[in-house]
């Protein structure tokens, strides 16, 4: 089975403009994830999403924004650039199901999408 | 106080050592923690998770929680240079589907 894909892999941006990235989740997992991973950092926690719903939010300003389709995939979509939004920016996939904390609700991160913005 | 907090490194060990790889948090209502894998560049990967105090071993790796202390380890028996990466150590928020991670251990296993 295929694992978590991202698309794109590297995307160069300038200050100001908008970006989507794109996230397709394992098999038969229903809920997604958000990171952004700065370089030295740890990931933080952006969003997850679990059949269509919005079930967190970090503590991101509102121009980062997701949503998730019915076929599980999902998009990030991050508006007015600023620099300090280059990072890694990591998708990840679990079954979603079950209570917080739960076994199945182990998460597999995707490659990432390298976000640089100039 | 950091939520998840994990002492930077490098941490230098010789082939064929063990590896101690610390973690502690400060939630004490925190239920399930997760070790990652992450080499330079790429994503982290999964190695093992915990939920229960005590040990638990897979392979060469064993994790080691106590809910009591708020601390969380992972041991790398018989290290290898391919086991030079940065660790993760990740806790899952109380009540919520978010993990919290620290900034990671770097590990230099030296042939």
């Known amino acids: 089975d295929a694992g978590v894909t991202q698309s794109p892999t590297h995307l160069i941006k300038t200050r100001g403009q908008h970006v989507t990235l794109r996230c397709s989740p394992i098999?038969?997992?229903?809920?997604v994830s958000w990171y952004q991973q700065v370089l030295g950092q740890g990931p933080q926690f952006i969003f997850q999403?679990?059949?269509?719903?919005?079930?967190g939010r970090g503590n991101f300003p509102d121009r980062f924004s997701a949503r998730q389709f019915p076929n599980y995939s999902s998009e990030l979509n991050v508006n007015a650039l600023l620099l300090g939004d280059s990072a890694l920016y990591l998708c990840?996939?679990?079954?979603?199901?079950?209570?917080?904390?739960?076994?199945?609700?182990?998460?597999?991160f995707g490659p990432g999408t390298r976000l640089t913005v100039l | 106080q950091k939520e998840v907090e994990q002492n930077s490194g490098p941490l230098s060990v010789p082939e064929g050592a063990i590896a101690s790889l610390n973690c502690t948090y400060s939630?004490?209502?925190?239920?399930?923690f997760f070790w990652y894998r992450q080499y330079s560049g790429k994503s982290p990967e999964l190695i093992m998770f915990?939920?229960?105090?005590g040990d638990k071993e897979d392979g060469r790796f064993t994790a080691q929680l106590n809910k009591a202390s708020q601390y969380v380890s992972l041991l790398i028996r018989d290290s290898q240079p391919s086991d030079s990466a940065t660790y993760l150590c990740?806790?899952?928020?109380?009540?919520?589907?978010?993990?919290?991670f620290g900034t990671g251990t770097r590990l230099k296993v030296l042939a």
């Open positions: 999403y679990y059949e269509k719903e919005e079930r």
């Open positions: 915990i939920y229960s105090n």
């Open positions: 990840a996939s679990s079954h979603g199901t079950g209570a917080p904390s739960a076994s199945t609700d182990t998460q597999y």
């Open positions: 098999s038969g997992h229903k809920s």
């Open positions: 990740a806790v899952n928020h109380r009540g919520t589907y978010k993990y919290i």
């Open positions: 939630d004490r209502g925190s239920q399930s």
